[in-house]
């Protein structure tokens, strides 16, 4: 029978959720990495038992955490447990928490500045990790988007880590600015049809493109308008929140931004608005269902200084026409003096039918539904501050 | 030897309990006590210092002989305590939680 795992990061350590396929019962393990925040945590689509964690804190940065055996145990990918820590020579072995931007002339433009809240120019600075993505088909391969805005990749199990910077290299690379949480590249979504394209998306640059695995990149925001940059229709400079892709139709995008939820048939070079009837399109989180490409799902938030849904209700909207048209699913999930946030990467879907959704809460909440987002049932109710959510589907 | 003391989080990720005891080759500094420290425990690279600058990170402070040594420059010689092990140093994270 399947099983499911999720996996929760929050602002105090990592937890791990299992049920089997009927996800009623449910087995809690953690606080895996206490007291530290855990951005991102996600399983490799070629090895289910090979996950990724991203631990920082602000006192002591950034630390790469690797499970080998489905989140028993986990080490930095440096220092396995059990091998010396340094070489023959006495040099400390592994590099898997540097993260270095890189500026040779070889490969890396040398760029130093971006722009900073104000408009002046600000030093490119690595602060922490906020997304992990696997690679579809190497168990070592991962990419790692950041703050200061940039792509990582490792291609040895997360021991050593290079910078693409083909993405920082972009022209418009000195104009970006962050938004209100940081300037992050929070968004890594792999082609499957094709292994050298990859989509990314920075807060608040926009969304981008490459075709030449990762070399060169190109601004994907034709259409996007948002009233709160100087050029509402700029080709860079909009605060994308999420963006979601079905993997039998990876041309066909879904967005949301910081207001508006958007849709791509063209693998991002045009946008249209399908915020329909939702009561805000204000939001951070948006997936699409397992099975139905043209059902989505997104959280809405009341607005950009109210991060909390609109009426104290929490509800999660569905279309299942790819947008314009959206239900509200309330059944399970608090209807009154509800005032938490769920932020983008917390919301996940398993791949089971009925499909199964997930997502957590800035309250500690992790809801869960088995039946496609007609009911929800909280899986725990008080973990820390939730941060990310992702659901591996397990034989 | 020479005795270090870490903030909790960082003796986690180092898989030790207490102090951690360290043979400092040539004059004691800031500087030979951090390098023999992730030379020993590679996981602690980049939690104390900027893997690149070798900078003290901003919420890590350095004390010993309840002395600040946080901006003390990194070649200068510790405490002749330290040097001797009598008395540790001690790796501090700010203080949190109000």
């Given at each position: 029978m399947s099983k499911v795992r999720v996996l929760v990061g929050t602002r105090k350590g990592a937890f791990v959720l299992k049920s089997d396929a009927k996800r009623e019962r449910w087995d809690v393990s953690g606080p895996h990495f206490a007291g530290w925040e855990i951005y991102h945590l996600k399983g490799s689509p070629a090895d289910p038992n090979r996950l990724y964690a991203s631990q920082s804190s602000g006192w002591f940065g950034q630390i790469i955490q690797r499970s080998d055996d489905g989140a028993k145990t986990w080490h930095q990918p440096g220092t396995p447990p059990g091998e010396p820590t340094t070489t023959p020579e006495g040099?400390?072995?592994?590099?898997s928490n540097k993260f270095v931007y890189d500026t040779s002339p070889q490969t890396g433009k040398p760029l130093t500045t971006h722009q900073w809240y104000d408009g002046t120019p600000h030093p490119w600075e690595f602060k922490r990790v906020?997304?992990?993505?696997?690679?579809?088909?190497?168990?070592?391969?991962?990419?790692?988007?950041?703050?200061?805005?940039?792509?990582?990749?490792?291609?040895d199990g997360g021991r050593t880590w290079h910078e693409l910077a083909g993405l920082r290299g972009h022209d418009s690379g000195p104009s970006w600015q962050p938004g209100a949480g940081g300037m992050c590249l929070h968004t890594i979504?792999?082609?499957?049809?094709?292994?050298?394209?990859i989509f990314i998306a920075i807060s608040a640059a926009g969304a981008f493109r490459t075709d030449d695995a990762g070399r060169t990149w190109q601004?994907?925001?034709?259409?996007?308008?948002?009233?709160?940059?100087?050029?509402?229709t700029a080709e860079v400079g909009h605060c994308v929140h999420r963006i979601a892709m079905?993997?039998?139709?990876?041309?066909?995008?879904?967005?949301q931004k910081h207001w508006d939820v958007m849709r791509s048939d063209d693998a991002g070079k045009s946008w249209h608005e399908v915020s329909g009837n939702l009561p805000s399109d204000f939001g951070f989180p948006i997936d699409v269902h397992a099975h139905e490409p043209e059902t989505i799902y997104v959280v809405p938030i009341k607005s950009d200084s109210e991060h909390y849904p609109p009426d104290g209700k929490l509800r999660v909207y569905r279309s299942r026409t790819g947008g314009n048209e959206w239900e509200a699913l309330t059944k399970g999930l608090p209807q009154r003096d509800c005032y938490v946030n769920v932020l983008r990467d917390a919301m996940a879907v398993d791949s089971l039918d009925p499909c199964g959704v997930y997502f957590g809460t800035t309250g500690g909440q992790v809801y869960a539904s088995a039946d496609s987002g007609d009911s929800w049932t909280p899986i725990v109710r008080d973990l820390p501050s939730v941060v990310s959510v992702e659901v591996q589907t397990l034989p | 030897m020479i005795r270090v003391v870490l903030p909790a989080?960082?003796?986690t990720l180092a898989r030790v309990d207490g102090e951690v005891t360290l043979?400092?080759?040539?004059?004691?500094?800031?500087?030979?006590?951090l390098d023999t420290l992730e030379a020993t425990y590679p996981m602690l690279r980049g939690t104390i210092r900027d893997h690149v600058t070798q900078q003290r990170r901003a919420f890590v402070r350095f004390f010993a002989c309840e002395e600040d040594l946080s901006h003390e420059l990194p070649d200068a010689p510790l405490p002749d305590a330290v040097a001797r092990g009598v008395e540790p140093l001690l790796v501090v994270g700010a203080m949190a939680g109000g």
């Open positions: 040099m400390p072995k592994g590099e906020w997304h992990l993505e696997p690679s579809l088909t190497d168990p070592d391969t991962v990419y790692a988007g950041v703050e200061d805005a940039a792509l990582f990749r490792s291609t979504l792999l082609d499957p049809s094709n292994p050298e394209r601004p994907i925001n034709g259409g996007l308008h948002s009233l709160y940059i100087p050029n509402p079905h993997r039998s139709r990876p041309g066909v995008l879904f967005m | 989080h960082l003796r043979h400092v080759e040539g004059q004691v500094t800031q500087r030979s006590v």
